[in-house]
């Protein structure tokens, strides 16, 4: 797919007040600083596009972005911040799983996992929570191009060995770097695959 066009529609903390329409939507979801925002501007082309931070905790709110006017992109808050207070995380937690539960228009979560590290239990127990809820849902290994191609590969093949002793098969996977630009391609034909569906 080509993006011809990307442009910001609206952010909020309400699923409620989230764009009225029929359009289908994509969600990417993440623990905080996994790479979220900068995927987004990645995939659109866009520099700036969603606003990224070296800080963890940036993203905080519900973000819709319009593409190619027929479907939304969204970015969500980071989970799993150590450093947010009690309440602020609650809040999050709340307005992210009402996200999940209630918008009928999200065709497919993407969620988030740096290649770098080992599986971590809040991913797991984040994807468990999907699948309990019947959302649909692929993985996106990010910051590839901080690991060496071996190592990328054991840590991979690693994750889906852990995924296969709670899953019966691994969902969807795409590898993706937003230096590189690694991943792109695959995820925006594949997002374009479904909505031609
Ligand atoms: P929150 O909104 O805080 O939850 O974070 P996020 O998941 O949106 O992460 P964000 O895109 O803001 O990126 C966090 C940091 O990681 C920034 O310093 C980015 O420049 C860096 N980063 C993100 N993706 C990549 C990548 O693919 N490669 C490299 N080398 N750095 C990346
Ligand atoms: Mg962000």
Same mark, same amino acid.
């Given at each position: 797919?080509?993006?011809? !066009?990307?442009?910001?529609?609206?952010?909020?903390?309400?699923?409620?007040?989230?764009?009225?329409?029929?359009?289908?939507? *994509?969600?990417?979801?993440?623990?905080?600083?996994? $790479?979220? !925002?900068?995927?987004?501007?990645?995939?659109?082309?866009?520099?700036?596009?969603?606003? @990224? !931070?070296?800080?963890?905790?940036? @993203?905080?709110?519900?973000?819709?972005?319009?593409?190619?006017?027929? =479907?939304?992109?969204?970015?969500? &808050?980071? *989970? $799993?911040?150590?450093?947010?207070?009690?309440?602020? #995380?609650? @809040?999050?937690? #709340?307005?992210?799983?009402?996200?999940?539960?209630?918008?009928?228009?999200?065709?497919?979560?993407?969620?988030?996992?740096?290649?770098?590290?080992?599986?971590?239990?809040?991913?797991?127990?984040?994807?468990? =929570?999907?699948?309990?809820?019947?959302?649909?849902?692929?993985?996106?290994?990010?910051?590839?191009?901080?690991?060496? &191609?071996?190592?990328?590969?054991?840590?991979?093949?690693? *994750?889906?060995?852990?995924?296969?002793?709670? =899953?019966?098969?691994? &969902?969807?996977?795409?590898? !993706?770097?937003?230096?590189?630009?690694? $991943?792109?391609?695959?995820?925006?034909? *594949?997002?374009?695959?479904?909505?031609?569906?």
């Amino acid at each position: 797919m080509k993006i011809k !066009s990307a442009e910001f529609v609206v952010s909020n903390t309400r699923v409620d007040q989230c764009p009225d329409s029929k359009l289908p939507e *994509y969600a990417f979801i993440g623990r905080s600083n996994v $790479g979220k !925002s900068s995927l987004i501007n990645m995939l659109t082309g866009r520099k700036a596009l969603a606003k @990224t !931070s070296a800080k963890p905790g940036k @993203t905080q709110l519900i973000n819709h972005f319009l593409i190619n006017k027929n =479907w939304h992109l969204v970015d969500l &808050p980071g *989970y $799993g911040y150590a450093k947010v207070s009690k309440s602020t #995380k609650r @809040t999050f937690q #709340k307005f992210i799983t009402a996200y999940f539960e209630k918008r009928a228009q999200m065709v497919c979560a993407f969620v988030l996992i740096d290649s770098r590290h080992e599986p971590q239990p809040i991913d797991m127990e984040f994807m468990q =929570w999907l699948g309990e809820h019947n959302v649909p849902f692929c993985i996106i290994f990010t910051k590839a191009d901080k690991m060496k &191609p071996k190592a990328l590969e054991r840590n991979i093949n690693f *994750y889906q060995e852990k995924m296969l002793e709670s =899953w019966e098969e691994m &969902p969807e996977f795409f590898i !993706s770097s937003a230096t590189s630009k690694l $991943g792109q391609e695959e995820i925006l034909d *594949y997002i374009e695959a479904i909505n031609t569906e």
